[in-house]
Nanobody
């Protein structure tokens, strides 16, 4: 059974940094795309960033230049380094592993 487990969320002041981690358990190796999504209160879930198995990345315009996604294929892990955080970055951050495995989310709260 595949499980996706996020960690690293928390409360941080605007301008600060956080690093999210995501572990994919129950499979030998992740070969598909992995990504981070977020959902703010009262809003729809939106894409933050994705990374393919060969390292190609894609970012939402709102986070370009501030967030960096990376992955460790050998460990079935994906990370999200978030710098220069803004209050608009507040939300529940979800990790997704293709084809359609999702974690429970980790809360990120940025205080202004």
């Amino acid at each position: 059974q595949v499980r996706v487990v996020e960690s690293g969320g928390g409360l941080v002041q605007a301008g600060g940094s956080l690093r999210l981690s995501c572990a994919v358990l129950g499979i030998i190796r992740t070969t598909g795309s992995m990504g981070w999504y977020r959902q703010a209160p009262g809003k729809q879930r939106e894409l933050v960033a994705t990374v393919t198995a060969d390292g190609s990345t894609n970012y939402a315009d709102a986070v370009k230049g501030r967030f960096t996604i990376s992955r460790d294929n050998a460990k079935n892990m994906v990370y999200l380094q978030m710098n220069s955080l803004k209050s608009d970055d507040t939300g529940l951050y979800y990790c997704k592993c293709n084809p359609d495995y999702w974690g429970q989310g980790t809360q990120v709260t940025v205080s202004s």
